[in-house]
Structure formats: structure tokens, C-alpha cells
Nanobody, 122 residues
Framework: QVQLVESGGGLVQPGGSLRLSCAAS????????MRWYRQTPGKQRELVAT???????SYVDSVEGRFTISRDNAKNTVYLQMNSLKPDDTGVYYC????????????????WGQGTQVTVSS
């Protein structure tokens, strides 16, 4: 079992920055790939960024070059640094974890945090 708790959301002006954190409880955090999703009313939940067990990263095109996902396995925490924020980045951001085997296969359950609200507005 993994429990995820997000923090760091808030209200920021366009062009500003925020750093989201997702703290994971439980063991073997390093065996999990981590993702950030976001959701706005009336839209499907969107995958924003992924970081693999070995630190490989990927991003949705709309945040490439502005957002950076990172992880600190010693602290069981994943981060999302968000720069040059735009109103379209507004939404509830969710942390997601899933276990990956040594051969790269996804296994077991997905785990989700409760979400943190990010509002980009002047």
C-alpha cells in the first residue's frame, strides 16, 4: 500500500511559479514510477509529467520546457516545478504512483493522492 499526499498548490499570477510536492508513505518508493495529472471541470484528467524508476522524464507538449518533474527517493517525494504558468494550467493536480518491475513492466495497483488546487489568474 502507498499513500500519497500532495501539497504546494495555490493562487499565482500568469508568468509565476509554483512547486508541487507529493510525499509517499510505505516502502519501496524507488520501485514506483510517478506521475502528475491535472483535471479541470468538464475535462478529462490529463497526464502532465512522468518520471520513471531510473529518473527518465516525459511531459505533455503543453508544459514541455516550463515544468520539471523530479524525485528524491531518500525523502519518498516527487516534485513538479512549474514555471511560466499560464491560465490554462489551472486545475487540480494529482499525484499518481504505480509499481514497475525490474524488466519495465507495470504491475499492481495505481495509487492516487487527494489533489492540490492550482489557480493561475491575475
Amino acid at each position: 500500500q502507498v499513500q500519497l499526499v500532495e501539497s504546494g498548490g495555490g493562487l499565482v499570477q500568469p508568468g509565476g511559479s509554483l512547486r508541487l510536492s507529493c510525499a509517499a508513505s510505505g516502502s519501496a518508493f524507488s520501485l514506483y514510477a510517478m506521475r502528475w495529472y491535472r483535471q479541470t471541470p468538464g475535462k478529462q484528467r490529463e497526464l502532465v509529467a512522468t518520471i520513471g524508476r531510473a529518473g527518465t522524464r516525459s511531459y505533455v507538449d503543453s508544459v514541455e520546457g516550463r515544468f520539471t518533474i523530479s524525485r528524491d527517493n531518500a525523502k519518498n517525494t516527487v516534485y513538479l516545478q512549474m514555471n511560466s504558468l499560464k491560465p490554462d494550467d489551472t486545475g487540480v493536480y494529482y499525484c499518481n504512483a504505480y509499481k514497475v518491475t525490474d524488466t519495465g513492466l507495470r504491475t499492481g495497483s495505481d495509487y492516487w493522492g487527494q489533489g492540490t488546487q492550482v489557480t493561475v489568474s491575475s
